[in-house]
């Protein structure tokens, strides 16, 4: 079966948006939109729960941007789900970081689709950071796992070829 061949890559992916959509569902549920929006301290001054809605990117990038950004969270999400059906079999850490770029393009794009808005809640007031979500989590995760394959993929393909023996 295909979905063996890279099976922690939908299995990264059916997690993460998962874990999203309940998070957002949470926040829906549990907190009124309100303006100022409404917040509750989890680390008074440091970390809150905050409840807005984003027409725009990650971290209100392209603020009303919701229609190109649609199409095109589902564009990504149709060219990886493709790459792992089709395409070679990934290695674990690959697997991982598409995987959760899926789920996290899937959790934001199904949002737009369905809303016209994707739901922000993880506010860092520490260091004046934008209001995200669990998608934007899984989906920054996700870059840093294929960035590390980028620029230390063959030394650790070495290291543990070494640990194997000769």
């Known amino acids: 079966m295909r979905f063996r061949k890279n099976s922690l890559f939908w299995l990264a992916a059916i997690i993460s948006l998962v874990l999203d959509h309940l998070t957002k569902f949470w926040v829906v549920r549990t907190f009124e939109l309100t303006v100022p929006p409404e917040t509750i301290p989890i680390w008074p001054g440091v970390f809150h729960f905050t409840y807005v809605i984003n027409t725009g990117a990650a971290f209100s990038l392209f603020h009303g941007g919701v229609f190109w950004l649609r199409w095109l969270s589902l564009g990504v999400s149709l060219a990886l789900m493709a790459m792992a059906w089709f395409g070679p ?63 230390f993929g063959h030394s650790m393909r070495h290291s543990s070829q070494n640990k194997d023996g000769p």
Not at 109 to 118: L, P, Q, T, W
Not at 134 to 151: H, Q
């Open 89 to 151: 079999r990934l290695s674990r850490l690959e697997q991982l970081g598409y995987g959760l770029i899926l789920g996290g393009a899937l959790g934001n794009g199904i949002d737009r689709f369905v809303s016209g808005h994707v739901v922000d809640f993880l506010d860092f007031r520490l260091i004046q950071f934008p209001i995200f979500n669990l998608a934007d989590v899984s989906i920054n995760i996700g870059i840093f796992c294929l960035l590390m394959i980028t620029f």
